[in-house]
């Protein structure tokens, strides 16, 4: 795999454990135990959605440079994702008392967001960069 | 029960309808500029990932809404 590619999955998969462990604390010294264990539930599917993402994104990539000009089907791994988070969605139906809705539809969409953000601070940081590199040659 | 199951349908055809059209540009877009420029690769690849992750959000949170419909 790329390196940069690589090191940006990487930096997804460290947010979200930092996430995570953050929610883990909130589960065990906070009054609003369902709710973080929602939230663990819905962004360990999550996790495991962006895992399988990166994956296939890999593979989808590989195919068109491997297989030019010829046909090749490749799929994205759409349905299995979305059957992810209806098993998270399920769990959470089953045991109201256990996980709450409204964390694990957070934590669902948290790995998306951390993927967001952590994309616009590193273009922010490349442009910084490039700037500096110019005043330099200047 | 009846008027659960119009909205679990409706949430999830306009948000599989969107993810569909969404992804096709993306991964068309991806794939063409990769085997025009091999070098790019790296890039390409992650700005895919970031938009893929991006589009699917709104469709895998409509579907838990649709669930949530369903039989919350």
Redesign the interface.
């Known amino acids: 795999m790329?390196?940069?590619?690589v090191y940006?999955?990487k930096r997804v998969i460290q947010g979200t454990f930092f996430i995570l462990a953050a929610s883990f604390l909130g589960w065990g010294f906070t009054p609003a135990t369902e709710w973080f264990a929602g939230l663990i539930l819905g962004t360990f599917f999550a996790l495991l959605?962006?895992l399988f993402?990166?994956w296939k994104?890999?593979r989808?990539?590989q195919a068109?440079?491997q297989y030019?000009g010829q046909k090749r089907r490749v799929t994205?791994g759409?349905s299995s994702?979305?059957s992810l988070?209806?098993l998270?969605?399920?769990i959470a139906?089953q045991f109201p008392d256990t996980f709450s809705?409204s964390g694990?539809?957070i934590g669902?969409?948290l790995?998306?967001m951390i993927?967001?953000i952590d994309?616009i601070y590193m273009h922010t940081k490349m442009r910084k960069k490039e700037k500096g590199v110019k005043r330099c040659a200047y | 029960m009846e008027l659960g199951v119009l909205a679990a349908a409706i949430a999830v055809g306009l948000a599989a309808i969107g993810?569909g059209v969404g992804?096709g540009m993306i991964?068309g877009r991806?794939?063409e500029g990769?085997?025009r420029q091999?070098e790019a690769?790296?890039?390409?690849?992650?700005i895919?990932?970031?938009g893929?992750?991006?589009v699917?959000?709104i469709?895998?949170?409509a579907?838990?809404v649709a669930?949530?419909a369903l039989?919350?």
């Open positions: 790329n390196d940069n590619y940006r999955i959605s962006v993402l990166a994104v890999h989808v990539v068109a440079l030019k994205l759409t994702r979305f988070a209806i998270a969605a399920i139906l809705l694990m539809m669902l969409l790995p998306t993927t967001y994309a | 993810a992804n991964v991806t794939v990769v085997s091999p690769r790296g890039t390409l690849q992650t895919m990932f970031i893929i992750g991006l699917e959000a469709p895998i949170f579907v838990v669930l949530i039989f919350g």
